[in-house]
């Protein structure tokens, strides 16, 4: 008992404001007719009021834009005539004075529009003959203004339809606590007591009417609405709490009840409809029952829906199709919540989705025309989507949501998910192929499809778990790999086949059309291999085999629309593009790692060779994105460790070497294409893998030459580890000429590898550098011989990179290329100075002491470093790189006066300061002469 009190109160709340709030914006609409009204028929009599006035021969564009005159206004405007008046001639002024009545109804008047923003049209509300819709501009007071007026005078009725339709209620309540009545005599009851209301509305509406000027205005809408209420309430109560009837009987009855309150909505308005909508769904939590499994209330919610639809689609009130479509949802949300029935919960969504776009149709086949939802969303101005198209928008996008994230137990449930959601893609593809503007909400139901699909995978739903249960390992012998990888992909494909078959008669949807059904069945096929494992259900080769029969598919869907399009190629790109990358997919199953680098290669050149054939720039996606994948193979998976630890010599030339080729070799084919983005790709792409290919067959010889595990901490070894990345930094900066939104991931990708090098070259300079002690057994030692040994490999080599970009990367700003010439040139000295301790101390670097051959070769080369400078500098007629080799000189002098007058002795000193003299005689000799012929030329450049 105290549950049902409950329960009242909060009806009791929530109906009045609902119905309230709902019947403000009516009687607001009546209103605004009722001055249109009032404004045409003043409209209509303003040319008779205007008539004695044209006697005066009064400007004709203050006759037509002055208000209708009154009988008081006319003497007025005759008594003071205007001061040009007698030089009118009367020949010329009584042509003129038919003029405005003539034209003012030729003015263009915009089509009167409803609610639902269409043109008015009894016949078809939103017929693709009509003009297409516009959203109607507010107008008069504002919601809460309305609000406020109507509760002053209106709120009683509310009140009264709630109190009536509970007084039905609760008398069949107050039967059952004291037994005053049979069961089947309280049903009668409280349908009778319904009755008797619906009647005095209907004697209320004839008798005296039910306007908003009349004195029983709401009065009728308020006795038939609780009428409907108590007939929907004793007939529930008949199913469920005495089971006086059975289902189809009570379907039956509900079904009359609701055809009864499409007719009464027709002649009543928009307060009965809510009064009857919000009672029927209410009555059957209000009455209860014992029932364990009412699935039968899922149809009765949707038939809720159906009726307020179907209601609005005579009045078009438009507040009326949401409210219903709210209640029908909601209603079965809660009677999924409290008694479960996931399944027919997901049917019901279904059906409330074919509800929405059929009804307000009137016919099987959809024809919203007008603009899609798409257009709301923008918000840019221009045409927006007519009311039905919007309200079949939500509705797919709440169905579609909650057929992503509702549970299921079973694999049944599960299951139906999938058949759910595929079933409206389906119908929103091609049943509603000719409702152009419910093209773009066919996405809705396909995302949630596939990510549904990949959700299942992470959380091992039960599909997925039933699937893996079955696998090759556990499956007892002779027992046949289950179906549901099989199932899945066949229902993706039906997806991608409805887009192909409605993209032909696209018009300029077409492109969007071919490009899902390109993409559908190919990511369904890639998210099951992500997250579903199927290789270990069906094995290697029978997992390849469906995915290659998909590519078969796209292969032969690029043959028809190549046939088809003529010159748009663009649907056989797409399909073509889908072929190449499920291609990749079954090499990835069947083939070794070496093997399946070599076929993503061929890939790569087979999509340049057909765009070179058939001009198609979408094959630069493939490409791009196949340079991308190499790369990761390359380097990550299987990468660096598998190439110098376990593959074979042949396989590792045979991978990075082709992998280079063959971006060469595409690069070659749309070399004369507009194709920026894969020509850079291609280049820097082709480029990496030729270095990564040089640094595996360097390592791969150092290792087998011995060191056992010194190689580790070597500086060589460090340095070589850390120049992939290098490279990986270096390609990324080259490509970031392209330009575009990936400016900034190419920037990131940059920034990271290059601060992997950087703390890679920080290790070769301090922990393994050379000089320093024996920390890590042989490995500090340098191998190789003078000048091409291992300092080659971890100084003078990335160091060469970096000076590189001064002269390859003039797409870089300025502050960004100085930095990395400046360390470039630093590695680059650094390596200088270690090959002549090495040259006059062996492969022994950390050997105590500085002999003085080796310091004056330190003189000797400062003094040729700066030489070489400056006459760069005089060749290049450049004043900086001139200061530059004049500050090299002034440090071989600091160095000269500062280390070697100590460090040396003897003939070596005298030839030391010598040397030292005579050259800088010659270079103060050589930059004076090089300082006058720069202000030379400046000179003549200011006479010219």
Not at 230 to 258: C, K, N, P
Request: proline share 6%.
């Amino acid at each position: 008992m105290e549950f049902l009190l409950v329960v009242a109160a909060l009806v009791f709340l929530a109906l009045p404001i609902v119905v309230i709030v709902l019947m403000v914006s009516v009687s607001g609409l009546k209103r605004r007719m009722e001055m249109l009204e009032r404004q045409v028929r003043d409209l209509a009599a303003a040319p008779r009021a205007a008539a004695p006035m044209a006697a005066t021969a009064a400007p004709v564009a203050e006759t037509v834009a002055s208000p209708p005159a009154t009988v008081a206004e006319a003497p007025q405007a005759e008594a003071v005539p205007e001061a040009p008046q007698p030089e009118v001639p009367q020949a010329e002024a009584t042509p003129e004075v038919p003029q405005p009545e003539a034209q003012a109804p030729a003015a263009p008047q915009p089509a009167p529009r409803d609610p639902w923003g269409v043109p008015a049209d009894p016949k078809r509300p939103h017929a693709a003959s009509q003009a297409r819709a516009a959203r109607l501009a507010p107008s008069g007071p504002s919601a809460v203004d309305r609000l406020g007026a109507w509760l002053k005078i209106n709120w009683v009725y509310a009140v009264s339809a709630l109190s009536l339709a509970l007084a039905g209620i609760f008398f069949v309540q107050y039967g059952i606590e004291n037994g005053l009545l049979p069961p089947a005599a309280r049903v009668t009851a409280a349908i009778l007591f319904g009755l008797v209301l619906i009647g005095a509305g209907e004697w209320l509406r004839r008798r005296w009417g039910d306007e908003e000027g009349d004195a029983t205005a709401y009065l009728p809408s308020t006795f038939s609405g609780a009428g409907l209420v108590s007939i929907f309430g004793g007939i529930i109560a008949a199913r469920q709490l005495y089971d006086l009837i059975g289902q189809g009987t009570a379907f039956a009855g509900l079904l009359a009840t609701a055809l009864l309150a499409v007719v009464l909505g027709w002649f009543y308005g928009p307060f009965l409809a809510a009064v009857g909508l919000v009672g029927a769904a209410v009555a059957p939590f209000v009455v209860g029952g014992a029932s364990e499994a009412p699935y039968w209330l899922y149809g009765y919610f949707a038939l809720i829906a159906g009726v307020g639809l179907f209601v609005d689609t005579i009045r078009r009130w438009a507040w009326v199709s949401v409210l219903a479509v709210a209640i029908g949802i909601a209603g079965g949300g809660l009677v999924y919540v409290s008694t479960g029935g996931v399944g027919w919960f997901m049917l019901m969504l279904v059906a409330m989705v074919f509800l929405v776009v059929c009804v307000p149709a009137r016919g099987l086949m959809p024809d919203h025309a007008g603009a899609m939802t798409i257009a709301a969303l923008r918000g840019k101005g221009g045409e927006m989507p007519i009311f039905p198209t919007l309200l079949a928008a939500g509705t797919v996008a709440v169905a579609s949501f909650l057929l992503l994230v509702l549970d299921s137990n079973t694999v049944a449930e599960s299951l139906m998910a999938y058949i759910c959601l595929a079933a409206l893609a389906l119908a929103l593809t091609v049943w509603s192929g000719g409702a152009r503007a419910l093209s773009d909400l066919t996405v809705l139901p396909v995302a949630a499809f596939l990510l549904r699909l990949g959700f299942e995978g992470v959380s091992s739903g039960p599909l997925q778990q039933d699937f893996l249960s079955r696998a090759v390992a556990v499956r007892p012998p002779e027992t046949s790999a289950p179906l549901t990888a099989t199932l899945l992909l066949a229902i993706a494909t039906l997806i991608t086949l409805g887009a192909a078959w409605i993209s032909g008669g696209a018009g300029r949807l077409k492109p969007f059309w071919a490009a899902g059904a390109a993409l559908t069945a190919p990511v369904a096929a890639l998210v099951m291999e992500l997250w579903w494992g199927p290789s270990w259900v069906l094995g290697d080769y029978p997992w390849a085999l469906h995915v290659i029969a998909l590519a078969a598919l796209m292969v032969g869907l690029a043959v028809v629309f190549a046939r088809a399009d003529g010159g748009d190629m663009r649907r056989a790109a797409y399909a073509t593009l889908s072929a190449l990358s499920l291609i990749a997919l079954a090499l990835f199953l069947v083939t070794t790692k070496g093997a399946l680098t070599l076929a993503l290669a061929a890939l790569l050149v087979s999509a340049a060779a057909l765009d070179r054939r058939f001009r198609l720039p979408e094959m630069g996606w493939f490409v791009q994105a196949g340079v991308l994948v190499l790369g990761y193979r390359l380097t990550i998976d299987p990468g660096l460790d598998w190439a110098v630890n376990d593959a074979a010599l042949w396989e590792v030339i045979a991978s990075y070497a082709g992998g280079a080729l063959a971006a060469f070799a595409a690069l070659s084919l749309i070399r004369d294409l507009d194709r920026p983005g894969a020509k850079a790709f291609l280049e820097s792409g082709g480029a990496s893998a030729a270095a990564l290919l040089v640094n595996v067959l360097i390592t791969r010889w150092l290792l087998n030459s011995g060191g056992g595990e010194d190689l580790l901490a070597s500086h060589w070894a460090v340095a070589l580890n850390a120049m992939p990345w290098l490279i990986v930094a270096l390609a990324q900066l080259y490509r970031m000429q392209l330009g575009g939104w990936m400016r900034w991931v190419r920037i990131v990708i940059a920034g990271v590898a290059g601060l992997i090098w950087g703390g890679g070259t920080l290790v070769t300079l301090t922990l393994v550098n050379p000089l320093f002690a024996d920390w890590f057994g042989d490995g500090h030692l340098v191998r190789g011989p003078l000048l091409l040994d291992t300092l080659l490999v971890a100084y003078a080599l990335p160091g060469l990179m970096l000076i590189g970009v001064g002269r390859f990367f003039g797409h870089l700003p300025g502050l960004v290329r100085a930095p990395l010439v400046l360390l470039g040139t630093g590695l680059v000295a650094f390596y200088a100075a270690l090959e002549i301790r090495r040259f006059w101390r062996g492969p022994d670097l950390s050997v105590p002491g500085v002999t003085q051959a080796e310091l004056y070769s330190y003189t000797v080369a400062l003094m040729l470093l700066g030489a070489a400078l400056l006459y760069q500098a005089i060749a290049r007629r450049s004043q900086g790189l001139r200061r530059i080799a004049m500050a090299v000189i002034a440090l071989t002098i600091a160095k000269v006066f500062l280390i070697d007058v100590s460090g040396l002795t003897g003939l070596t000193r005298v030839f030391s300061f010598l040397a030292l003299g005579l050259s800088l005689a010659g270079l103060a000799w050589l930059n004076r002469w090089a300082a006058g012929q720069g202000e030379a030329q400046g000179e003549d450049q200011g006479k010219g």
